[in-house]
C-alpha cells in the first residue's frame, strides 16, 4: 500500500508522523508547500517504507499512476493546490510519470541527503542473511504489508500484498535493480513474485508465524491485525454492557457469539510474551459474517485463505473492490477488536498492531487414534505441526505396495487401485509422501497420501465404494480475486456450461476435457473462472480451479496433446508451506 491512500486521510497519524520526522531528522528540513517550488527536487519521506502514490489528480478519488518508494526524488512541475479537505497536492515528475503528491510525504532535498539515500539504496543488512531455501518473515512495513511484484523492480506489476509477519520461502535471487534496491524472488501463498530484501527477515527456522498447516488440512492459529475495542457503555451483540476495563473479543461472524457472560466461544491471543483467553461477545470489525477461522472451502467469502480476514484482504489486495460487507472503504486490516481491560493491562498494547490467535473452539484432542487398516499398521502418525513422511524411502513389501522409484515412495494397494481406475499420473501425478496417519487440529484423523496433483483419503470405516476420496485442494491455491467471483445464471449451450452449485461456468476445451477426465468424480465443481497466469520467462497459461484440483491450458503446447494439464498443486504448497525445498528457477 501506498502513502497518500488510507494512510493519508488519518490526519492524526499524519501529524504525529510528520512530529516524529521534525524531531529524529536532521539531514531533513521542515517545509511549508510554499516551499516547493517550481522546478525544485524533493524526496519521499516518512512513509515507514511503504512509499507515496503518485496519482492523476490533486485528490484521494483520483486513480494511482505508482507507487514512489521511500527516498525517491521528484521534481516539482508547478504550484501547490489545496482540495476541499485542506490536502495539499503537489504537482511532481516521476521518471517518465506526471501526477500529483501529498506534500505530508514530501521533504526538500539537500546535498546532505546524499549520505542516508546511498545507505537506504544498499539494502538493509538483514538482506545478506537471507538466501535461497531460506524462510523470511515480512518485517518492518509498520503494519502496512509488503508488496510482492512480478518482476524485480517499483514500476513492476503487484501481485498481492503479504501482511507483516507473513512467512514466505525465497526460491530465487538475489537481484539489483537500476536503483541499486535488492530484491529476491519469493513464494508466498502460491503466487511466484519478487520482493523487496529490506522488509524480509531470515527466520532461521525460526519464524514468529504460527507453523503452516499441512495441505489441504485447516490449522486455528493465525496471525491477525487488532484493534483496541473501546465503546464503553455501549451494548455488545450478544446484550453485555460494555465496562471501563473490560475483557472479552469481537469477531467479525455473529456465528460464534457467545451468551451474554458466556464462554462457548473463546480465543487465545499472545502478543511480545503475553497472553491471554477471552471470550467472544460481540460481533466486528467490519463484517458479520467472515468466519475467516475457518477452512476456506467453508468460508462466506470465496478465494481467501484460511486465516486471512476479509477486510486485510480488502484492505491490502483491493479484495471486493476494497470494501467490506456492507460496502464501505475497508480503512483498516483489522479482523479482531479487543476490549479496553484485555488489550492495555493483559497484553500491554498500546496501539493497533498484529497479534498471534487460536480459535480454541477449533482445537480437540482426538478421543483415541483409529486402528490403521490390515496390513498397514505400521503407517506413522504425524501430529499437527509437524512434517509428513515426504522423504525418499526404500521400497516395501511389494505384496501391500508399489513402490514409485522416481519419487522412492510407497503407494499401499488400497489406493494403488483407485490412482489407476481414475487417471493415474495425469490426475493424480506421482506419490510425494508415504502413506500416513494425519491428526487434525480440530481433533479429526485420517489416512492421507500426497500425490503431486491430488490428496487422497482412506476412511476404513466407510463403505467400499466410499472409502477413498480426494481432498478439496482446490480450495486452498490462490487465484486472482475476480477469477472467484460467481457469474450471473445463464442458459447452458454446446460451448458453456453453467453449474447453480458453484456458481460458476466451464467453457471449451476445459469443458470437453472434464467430460472425458472423469468430470465430477474426479475434478469436482468448478469453484472459479478461467484465468491468465504469466511466468517470469514469458510464458503464459490459461487456468481453471476446480474442487480437487487446477486445469491449465498451454498455448505453447498446442496440437501436441498436451495443452491442457492439471497443475502440480500439492507440490507447490509443500513448497510454500516449507516442508519441500524449492524448485529449480
Known amino acids: 500500500m501506498g502513502k497518500g491512500s488510507r494512510l493519508g486521510k488519518k490526519r492524526v497519524l499524519v501529524c504525529l508522523a510528520l512530529c516524529s520526522l521534525l524531531l529524529c531528522t536532521t539531514a531533513l528540513s521542515p517545509v511549508l508547500a510554499t516551499d516547493f517550488a517550481p522546478g525544485g527536487i524533493a524526496l519521499v519521506s516518512g512513509t515507514d517504507g511503504d512509499g507515496l502514490r503518485l496519482r492523476d489528480g490533486p485528490s484521494f478519488a483520483a486513480a494511482t499512476l505508482a507507487v514512489m518508494p521511500e527516498g525517491a526524488e521528484v521534481r516539482v512541475t508547478g504550484t501547490a493546490t489545496i482540495d476541499t479537505e485542506g490536502n495539499v497536492w503537489i504537482p511532481v515528475s516521476y521518471g517518465d510519470l506526471a501526477g500529483y503528491a501529498l506534500s505530508d510525504f514530501l521533504a526538500l532535498s539537500s546535498d546532505d541527503d546524499a549520505p542516508a539515500r546511498a545507505q537506504q539504496a544498499s539494502g538493509s543488512s538483514a538482506a545478506t542473511s537471507l538466501g535461497v531455501g531460506v524462510t523470511a518473515q515480512v518485517s518492518g512495513t509498520d503494519g502496512q504489508g509488503l508488496n510482492v511484484r512480478q518482476q524485480p523492480g517499483y514500476g513492476a506489476t503487484v501481485l498481492t500484498v503479504a501482511p507483516e509477519g507473513a512467512a514466505m520461502l525465497v526460491i530465487g535471487g538475489p537481484q539489483v535493480d537500476g536503483q541499486s534496491i535488492t530484491w529476491w524472488q519469493v513464494s508466498y501463498n502460491g503466487l511466484v513474485g519478487w520482493a523487496q530484501a529490506d522488509y524480509l527477515r531470515a527466520t532461521s527456522g525460526e519464524s514468529a508465524s504460527p507453523p503452516p498447516p499441512l495441505p489441504g488440512s485447516p490449522g486455528a492459529t493465525f496471525r491477525v491485525y487488532a484493534h483496541r475495542l473501546g465503546l464503553v457503555g455501549q451494548v455488545t451483540a450478544n446484550g453485555h454492557v460494555i465496562q471501563e476495563n473490560d475483557r472479552f473479543v ?93 488489550f492495555w493491562h493483559d497484553l500491554g498494547m498500546t496501539e493497533s498492531d498484529w497479534v498471534t490467535i487460536t480459535f480454541l473452539w477449533m482445537v480437540k484432542a482426538p478421543a483415541q487414534l483409529p486402528a490403521a487398516p490390515s496390513g498397514y499398521e505400521d503407517v506413522p502418525t504425524v501430529n499437527p505441526g509437524n512434517r509428513p513422511p515426504l522423504d525418499p524411502v526404500p521400497a516395501k513389501d511389494p505384496s501391500r505396495y508399489a513402490y514409485f522409484p522416481e519419487t522412492g515412495h510407497n503407494v499401499p494397494k488400497l489406493l494403488m487401485d483407485y490412482w489407476s481406475a481414475n487417471g493415474g499420473w495425469r490426475v493424480f501425478g506421482l506419490p510425494i509422501s508415504e502413506f500416513f496417519r494425519e491428526v487434525r487440529v480440530d481433533g479429526a484423523v485420517r489416512f492421507v497420501q500426497y ?27 490462490s487465484a486472482p480475486a475476480d477469477a472467484w467471483v460467481p457469474v450471473a445464471p445463464f442458459e447452458d449451450s454446446a460451448e458453456r456450461w453453467y453449474f447453480p452449485e458453484s456458481g460458476h461456468s466451464l467453457s471449451f476445451g476445459f469443458k470437453q476435457y472434464w467430460i472425458d477426465h472423469g468430470g465430477q468424480h474426479t475434478l469436482g465443481l468448478p ?10 520467462d514469458g510464458r503464459w497459461y490459461t487456468a481453471q480451479l476446480f474442487e480437487y484440483g487446477r486445469l491449465e491450458w498451454w498455448p505453447d503446447q498446442a496440437g501436441t496433446g498436451r495443452e491442457i494439464t492439471h497443475g502440480l498443486l500439492v507440490v507447490e504448497m509443500l513448497r510454500e508451506a516449507g516442508w519441500l525445498p524449492p524448485g529449480p528457477g
Not at 315 to 340: C, L, M, Q, T, W
Not at 527 to 536: F, N, S
Request: charged fraction near 25%; glycine fraction near 10%; include cysteine.
Open 527 to 536: 469453484i472459479t473462472e478461467e484465468y491468465r497466469v504469466d511466468l517470469p
Open 250 to 342: 469481537a469477531l467479525p461472524c455473529a456465528c460464534v457469539l457467545s451468551s451474554n457472560g458466556g464462554n462457548e466461544y473463546q480465543v487465545l491471543i499472545e502478543y511480545k510474551g503475553r497472553s491471554v483467553v477471552l471470550p467472544v461477545w460481540d460481533v466486528g470489525p467490519w463484517n458479520i459474517d467472515d468466519n475467516y477461522w475457518d477452512p476456506p472451502e467453508k468460508r462466506r467469502w470465496k478465494g481467501l485463505p484460511q486465516g486471512t480476514p476479509q477486510a486485510a484482504a480488502a484492505y491490502f489486495s483491493d479484495y471486493n473492490h476494497g470494501r467490506d460487507g456492507k460496502g464501505r472503504e475497508v480503512k483498516s486490516p483489522a479482523g479482531i477488536d479487543i476490549a479496553d481491560g484485555a
Open 451 to 477: 500425490f503431486e496433483r491430488a490428496i487422497l483419503t482412506y476412511d476404513p470405516a466407510a463403505p467400499a465404494a466410499e472409502a477413498i476420496q480426494p481432498v478439496p485442494i482446490g480450495y486452498y491455491t
